[in-house]
């Protein structure tokens, strides 16, 4: 399993006092250091952290590889074209939302991300769909030719009982298992902390998971090599 590091919480804090510290390229370049497989951030229509000075220079300067977590929506598609990312997963996006809130609802949208996917890989940029562990919603996603999918874990992350923890975890292990035997790459992401990691990391048909919120807040208490270095062990493990 590869972990790649959401750094948009920086930018957060960072813009919380109109500041240039902490800055988001600062940390990215840092975690790459130690030993991250990638850099995610969330280019918001509203840019209510990461902004387009911040994802250029990510462009310019890591060497690992870039994923660009957006919505379905021209300005941001034109902005992914121009900057290529490695990847671009596609998210949906409220404005009163605090975060991502669930997953694509791509049966119901498919002409938008099929069109989106085709514009995105035109530019050779590989897509991957942030969708629930659905097993229709992964049937959609390879009906459209996405190349990955990235599995909302967001369910498993605020499970109340350890019985849903246990259901929600089998769902999203089946739902691996089913993606891959359809050829689609498979990430997953949101909520994932160091504590529901220890089981996660058993899912053999997850290739990736995209953790911020969890790392960022540690790197404050611990500092950034400690948080970022205590995933990757984790991580490894698997
Ligand atoms: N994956 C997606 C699609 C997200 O929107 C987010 C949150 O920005 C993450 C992963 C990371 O979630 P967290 O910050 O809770 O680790």
């Known amino acids: 399993m590869k972990?790649?590091?959401n750094v948009d919480h920086v930018a957060t804090?960072?813009?919380a006092r109109g500041e240039v510290q902490p800055d988001p390229v600062t940390y990215a370049l840092m975690?790459?250091?130690f030993g991250v497989d990638g850099i995610v951030v969330?280019?918001?229509e509203d840019r209510r952290h990461i902004n387009e000075r911040d994802l250029r220079l990510l462009r310019e300067l890591i060497t690992t590889k870039l994923d660009l977590e957006m919505a379905a929506v021209n300005e941001i598609i034109e902005i992914a074209k121009d900057v290529q990312p490695e990847l671009v997963t596609l998210v949906p996006e409220k404005r009163q939302e605090l975060t991502t809130e669930g997953g694509l609802n791509v049966i119901d949208n498919i002409e938008l991300y099929k069109n989106t996917i085709e514009r995105l890989q035109e530019s050779d940029i590989a897509v991957s769909l942030f969708i629930e562990p659905d097993l229709n919603q992964i049937d959609a996603a390879a009906e459209i030719n996405a190349d990955f999918i990235e599995i909302h874990t967001g369910v498993y992350a605020n499970a109340s009982s350890e019985e849903e923890s246990f259901d929600e975890l089998e769902r999203i292990r089946q739902a691996a298992k089913h993606a891959k035997k359809l050829g689609l790459g498979v990430n997953a992401g949101h909520g994932l902390n160091y504590l529901n990691m220890k089981e996660f990391?058993?899912?053999?048909?997850?290739?990736e998971?995209?953790?911020?919120q969890a790392v960022i807040a540690r790197s404050i208490f611990v500092g950034v090599e400690q948080?970022?270095?205590?995933?990757?062990?984790?991580v490894k493990r698997a």
């Open 209 to 212: 998971v995209s953790i911020g």
């Open 31 to 33: 975690a790459e250091q």
């Open 227 to 234: 948080a970022v270095k205590e995933m990757i062990d984790l």
């Open 3 to 5: 972990f790649s590091i």
């Open 42 to 44: 969330h280019l918001r």
């Open 201 to 207: 990391i058993q899912l053999k048909d997850v290739d």
């Open 13 to 15: 804090l960072r813009n």
